[in-house]
């Protein structure tokens, strides 16, 4: 069996690493995560206020079923779905929001195939040899 080094390993995962498709995918990570903030933030403090201003000033962060009332040793255990609610739409925002990044990119490829596929193709080098030689013998040559 063939012992690997530490510094292979070292140097393969460098390379691993520094392909443009990691580096690539780490940013669109990071800039993921701070997205996913924004739209949380939008959702909790621009869209739901009014919304819970319109259903008699329900503030979805509060709706809870009390499932155990808190007592002097513990606190009480409840069922969040206001969070649950806000979260849904954050999921919504944020999953609308990617379709639309997608959609944006896809669509310049989109016209771009179909303008390579209205393009004749041309015939391969041997049918355009047979071609000439064709042409030549009708010309007598």
């Known amino acids: 069996m063939k012992e690997v080094s530490s510094m292979?390993?070292?140097?393969?995962?460098?390379?691993?690493?520094?392909?443009?498709?990691v580096v690539d995918m780490a940013v669109g990570v990071i800039v993921g995560a701070?997205?996913?903030?924004?739209?949380?933030?939008?959702?909790?403090?621009?869209?739901?206020?009014?919304i819970g201003l319109v259903l008699?000033?329900?503030?979805?962060?509060?709706?809870?079923?009390?499932?155990?009332?808190?007592?002097?040793q513990a606190p009480a255990v409840t069922l969040n779905y206001g969070k649950f609610i806000q979260s849904v739409a954050d999921f919504?925002?944020?999953?609308?929001?990617?379709?639309?990044?997608?959609?944006?990119?896809?669509?310049?490829?989109?016209?771009?195939?179909?303008?390579?596929?209205?393009?004749?193709e041309e015939p391969p080098r041997d049918i355009v040899l047979l071609e000439e030689i064709r042409d030549l013998l009708k010309e007598g040559r």
Not at 35 to 48: E, N, P, Q, R, Y
Not at 96 to 119: D, G, H, M, S
């Open 92 to 120: 919504v925002i944020i999953a609308f929001a990617i379709f639309l990044l997608v959609k944006a990119i896809n669509t310049p490829k989109r016209k771009l195939k179909q303008e390579e596929a209205k393009k004749p």
């Open 8 to 21: 292979s390993i070292l140097k393969e995962f460098k390379e691993f690493a520094m392909r443009g498709s």
């Open 34 to 50: 701070a997205f996913g903030k924004i739209v949380s933030s939008l959702v909790a403090d621009v869209i739901m206020p009014p």
């Open 56 to 72: 008699s000033g329900v503030d979805f962060r509060d709706l809870a079923i009390v499932l155990k009332a808190a007592t002097d």
